[in-house]
Every structure is written in structure tokens, then in C-alpha cells.
């Protein structure tokens, strides 16, 4: 039976410039939520924000 790994995500402290070197760490996802929303920002900041983790990812 071939042994499988368990995903390994990123929690803390990923912003989008630095998620290429998360992966090629070998981080298989990650924790973005304080990244992304914060209380008090607009649905468009939030957007933005949401859409660099996304261009970052591909």
C-alpha cells in the first residue's frame, strides 16, 4: 500500500507575494482569513484583496 501524506496549509503570516515560496515549501493550502477580511472593510476591499490570493495562486 503506497503511503499518502497529509496536506500541510500555511496558517499564519501568508500575504500574496509570499505564497510561491509556501508552495515551493511544499504547503499544500492556506489560513487567509484575517488576510482577506478584516471588521469594518467594504465588500470591494475585501474583493481585492481575495482576488491577489487567487492571481497568486495560479
Known amino acids: 500500500m503506497a503511503r499518502q501524506l497529509a496536506p ?4 499564519e503570516g501568508v500575504d500574496p507575494d509570499g505564497m ?3 508552495r515551493s515549501a511544499g504547503a499544500s493550502g492556506f489560513g487567509i482569513d ?20 487567487v492571481s497568486h495562486w495560479s
Open 20 to 22: 510561491a515560496a509556501w
Open 34 to 53: 484575517s488576510a482577506v477580511f478584516k471588521s469594518g472593510q467594504s465588500a470591494q476591499q475585501v474583493g481585492r484583496q481575495a482576488a491577489a490570493f
Open 8 to 11: 500541510i496549509p500555511a496558517i
